[in-house]
């Protein structure tokens, strides 16, 4: 932290009044931002030299700022997430990036992500997807079995974990060419495919989830891979193969 | 005002069990005819509006962020507390509900912190039931570590991300019930106030954040969950948005606040980076297992660290002094988070601190020790029993990062740092608050049929909340008492029907609304929002934070009211109120944040004592230690808003009574 220092750059931010209105890429000018700064923390900064020039601010979606929550988005200079691999946009710090740069910031490109203003995007689909299948139908009662009665081996449970740690911020959907959701449907099927609680309703979670994500309009999956390239939790391809065979044992049923 | 809190008479261990049998209840073929507002869906309000939803009720529930995914339960690092006692290590419900008492400094009401201590198991049936993926032993059976202020270990845990796992847990659950259609989601909404016709809670004004539009939601019973006030300091561990707005507005409308001072200052964070820092990450208390806290025992060591010219590894272990195993070695690095905080503070006051920014505010957690035990086990386990040093290591740091590897990935992202080579550099900060709305048993406010769960609420911690149990008490809040005690004041309003959103409440209700809106919009003030937050936060940490006394706290209450007539008059809030408009929703959180500051400065004036994350430094003991006044300050201060003039509020006191427990000094020496 001691090494930070200050940089001065350019950024070319895409403006949208709302969703219906037609957007265009803005340029700005901030000076002395601290390389220890987070990327938000830019644009809390340039968010505050607007205001003070009676200028509407940049939207942006925000809310944890430690990367867990899923919430911001923004397409950095190309990337989602920006140039930091296995990172969201709230942990990306000023330290990666040079004094004199031009940063492009857009948000989330993909039809199933309608631009709401600037950079915010809706990612209600998700929701919905989820909403379709993505549960044990289980009621709350505290009358369910004793937590242990059930062993489950380690692996499975840490295969289960690391798919569930997907946060829903879609950055697979923006960086596919295809704009497909595979990755996210496929990391939830998978949670719930490898432990026992979640294999009595596997047959009609997957079928009810990949239906529903068809009717959001994301694009098929055609393995280049970028998904998992720009996640930012890691969540493997794995899971994407594993949703296929689920789906078609389900289909064979 | 009386305040009743509606404990149930009988032995501590039979309270819940025979007040939930002698509850009224609410048919089945009645829920369909009553609805219930749920504000806020993290924990609390996921799980309660979950539960409601199955139980055949119509559930609005509403959050501010676009999914309810996101609420800020699920930052949540190291875990979950149930008394299970599957590591057969003496735990119990009583040693939990003990624990938690005594953690929270003997300031938090016996029945609850009970009845949380005997739902803790279910929490952990039920999730487990829902496909939530804890860590597991490699016999299948799930593992358990230990957090502060206990001697046992009794934390579920899914690595570093607990919250999230819990939280998507009842997120699937609340999913189901959407997708069924008994729960209606209001994404991307913001409750602006509450509604009361004849006394009771009867619905809320919430403004669409995409629209701009303001919307009328009528039910028979209002839920509020939205979390605690933290980022009344500005800087906290608090996601961007937390804010305490529904809980104020319900204050407002008649609910009393109760013991605003009582806010969590937490010891393992990130210290601050500079002056356009937006807010501060946690490093969980899990790492407390595993790091051992250290200062250098010579203020030139510290000077030449925070000057670059010595490193940290560098220092030899008679150099370095582990000021929390030194102070209390029965349970050394993991004391509560209160006496950790402070200890951190003493020492960086002391000229002991090791972070070079403008404070010198920082004190390290080494994982050193860690590496070379658990590498040295993880050979043995291999068959290996003559390892080489560069095996230990290595196999120590893969233990390490099996066990918090997104955490060490999140320090380094954020400070450029390695901590498998170097300790990391921690510091306090203010992370969660105890004090919230007042509630009695049934979670219910002094307005009937207000509802009010999880961290909102006042009502389980005290003084202090240990480790891992925040998520605990908002998913026994949630999923297994809300569902009994609201359904057992429906009871009496199956007959009611359906409430109108025409009446003169709901229009004069809106109206308000929209004149606050308006006066906003139309002020054409010189500074922005964030301008008058940071400098409340400021305030705020000076005199309201880790240390207060008499005279500092007096300065911040005419300060506060000072700041809040200069913000009224010249705030800038850009836009207009007809689109999504994150400026404006800031200014509203911080009109209430600024109200709410001052009352909890009032609050902590009022509180001659130290207890638990309050320390007023007149009343310490020789050797830095929390001095209670249990004769003259054992109650819960529930204040009551009197108008515009928060210095108006009225202090009521409800009295707290130990039948079970012994009241002791608070010793973890």
Redesign the interface.
Known sequence: ????KNININLKIWRQ??AKAKGSMETYKLDNV?T???F???L??L??QL??D????V?F???????????CSLYINGRAHGP?T??TTC???M?KFNDGDTIFIEPWRSKAFPV??DL?V???A??RI???????????????????AI????ED??K??MA??C??CGACVATCKNGSAMLFVGAKVS??AL?P??KVEATQRVLNMVRQMDEEGFGNCTNTGACEVECPKGISLENIARMNREYLKASLK | MKLDSKIPEGHISKKWTDYKDHLKLVAPNNRPKIDIIVVGTGLAGASAAASLGEMGYNVKAFCYQDSPRRAHSIAAQGGINAAKNYQNDGDSIYRLFYDTIKGGDYRAREANVHRLAEVSGNIIDQCVAQGVPFAREYGGLLDNRSFGGTQVQRTFYAAGQTGQQLLLGAYSALSRQIGLGRVKMFNRHEMLDLVKVDGKARGIIARNLVTGELERHSAHAVVIATGGYGNVYFLSTNAMGSNVTAGWKIHKKGALFANPCFVQIHPTCIPVHGVNQSKLTLMSESLRNSGRIWVPKKKEDAEAIREGKLKPTQLAEEDRDYFLERRYPAFGNLVPRDVASRAAKERCDAGHGIEANDTNEGVYLDFSTEIQNKGRQAAYAKGNHNPSAAEVTKLGKQWLEEKYGNLFTMYQKITDENPYETPMKIYPAVHYTMGGVWVDYNLQSTIPGCFVAGEANFSDHGANRLGASALMQGLADGYFVLPYTVSNYLADEIRTGKISTESQEFIDAENNVKNTIDKFLNNNGTKSVDHFHKRLGLIMWNKVGMARNEQGLKQAIEEIAALKEEFYKDVRVPGSSDELNPELEKALRVADFIDLGQLMAMDALQRNESCGGHFREEYQDSEGETLRDDENFSFVSAWEYMGYDISKEILNKEELKYEFIKIAARNYK
């Open positions: 932290m001691s090494s930070a009044k709302n601290s220890a700064s987070s938000l923390e830019m809390d900064q968010n505050e205001i003070n009676k200028k509407e601010p939207a979606d925000h809310d944890c700022r430690e990367g867990i929550c899923g919430m930091d296995g990172t942990q990306l710090h330290r709401v203003k915010v809706d990612r209600s998700f929701d989820q909403q379709a299948g993505g549960f044990v139908s289980v009621n709350t009662s505290g009358r369910t079995m004793d937590a242990n062993p489950i081996p380690k449970a840490d289960s974990f569930a740690a946060i829903g949670q719930y432990l609680q979640g």
